[in-house]
């Protein structure tokens, strides 16, 4: 049960290029998020998605595009990367039937580094 | 603004001691209560979820919630050097389970 995996788990980028991170689960979890976390800011909403082809912007979501074709994948994409976007970003997934709809889990994370 | 606020730390307790960390939500509606343990370079983990007022246990943990004050608390009981790590508070909002986490309590627990 691989349960919700990232991908990669560290890139290092250039300021201007297109970085696209990806997020899986295994679950069939209805709900799917992607945070950042940086010092001194916490977790921050990016973006969030209530099923397929459904997304919504969190609090922090200039800068990031989502997609959600398939309810399993939730890729995050920095369309032109920024120094200011270096930061851990984690995917979590909720709306399980094990347990409460709203417990979410998360993902490994991934560290991003923008040169 | 919806918001969950927590001390910062470091709180700092002997090994077998009892660790008190204690957060706040402005949100009156929120329903669903939960603390997170995330160890440095790792990601936040589950540790317990709470609904009703009133305490809840699971092994060295216990959740207490008073919704009236607004207020939710975890107590580690005999806190090891492994309890050493920050705890998230989080509060679900309204609609979309969405979280809003606080911005956690460090500990650390000295041998």
């Known amino acids: 049960d691989a349960g919700i995996t990232q991908s990669p788990r560290y890139k290092i980028t250039e300021t201007g290029r297109q970085v696209t991170l990806m997020c899986h689960q295994t679950w069939s979890h209805s709900y799917m998020f992607w945070y950042r976390q940086d010092l001194g800011h916490g977790l921050r909403l990016i973006y969030y998605s209530a099923a397929a082809d459904i997304t919504d912007k969190g609090e922090v979501p200039d800068g990031y595009v989502v997609s959600r074709s398939k309810t399993e994948n939730f890729p995050l994409t920095l369309e032109s990367a920024t120094r200011s976007q270096t930061s851990v970003y984690f995917c979590?997934?909720?709306?399980?039937?094990?347990?409460?709809?709203?417990?979410?889990?998360f993902g490994p994370g991934t560290r991003l580094t923008v040169l | 603004q919806k918001e969950v606020e927590q001390n910062s730390g470091p709180l700092s307790v002997p090994e077998g001691a009892i660790a008190s960390l204690n957060c706040t939500y402005s949100?009156?509606?929120?329903?669903?209560f939960f603390w997170y343990r995330q160890y440095s370079g790792k990601s936040p983990e589950l540790i317990m979820s709470i609904y009703s007022n009133g305490d809840k246990e699971d092994g060295r943990f216990t959740a207490q919630l008073n919704k009236a004050s607004q207020y939710v608390s975890l107590l580690i009981r005999d806190s090891q050097p492994s309890d050493s790590a920050t705890y998230l508070c989080a509060v679900n909002q309204a609609a979309g389970n969405k979280l809003t986490f606080g911005g956690g309590t460090r500990v650390l627990v000295k041998p």
């Open positions: 949100d009156r509606v929120s329903q669903s």
């Open positions: 979590a997934s909720s709306g399980g039937q094990q347990a409460s709809t709203d417990t979410q889990y």
